[in-house]
């Protein structure tokens, strides 16, 4: 078997706004809603630990905001797993998706603040906008 060598891309803050979807949890109207946009955000987790996995800034400063997001990124996968396969009355996911909401946005400013520092000429809300 050969081995391949994956070329990694040399912007991969900038390539990341590309592949994350925008995520809204305060627009889901029912459970079925939910559970489809807990599978997107967890889409987008997934997107910026792999886009975060391989990067070594040079700059201390972005390294720990790099940790920082990291470590979000994690504690939302945690979150995102947590959900139970069904609630006890039919308004209970509601609860859960405020829980999932205010940690998502947190996730969102550090992930803001991370792009901002990152890429030379950015404003903040690049990447939490496309988030």
């Given at each position: 078997m050969t081995a391949l060598n994956i070329a990694?891309?040399?912007r991969p803050l900038e390539d990341l706004v590309f592949r994350v979807c925008y995520m809204e949890l305060t627009e889901c109207r029912d459970e079925a809603e939910f559970?489809?946009?807990v599978q997107l955000v967890l889409r987008n987790l997934d997107e910026v630990l792999d886009?975060?996995?391989f990067y070594r800034p040079t700059d201390r400063k972005i390294e720990r905001a790099v940790d920082r997001v990291k470590l979000k990124a994690t504690h939302m996968r945690n979150l995102c797993a947590a959900v139970p396969e069904?609630?006890?009355n039919p308004e209970g996911w509601r609860s859960v998706a405020e829980n999932?909401?205010?940690n998502y946005?947190?996730?969102r400013i550090e992930a803001g603040l991370l792009y901002r520092l990152a890429v030379p000429g950015s404003?903040?809300?690049?990447l939490r906008a496309a988030l």
């Open positions: 990694r891309s040399e559970r489809e946009g886009a975060l996995c069904s609630f006890d999932i909401m205010v946005e947190q996730f404003s903040f809300g690049v």
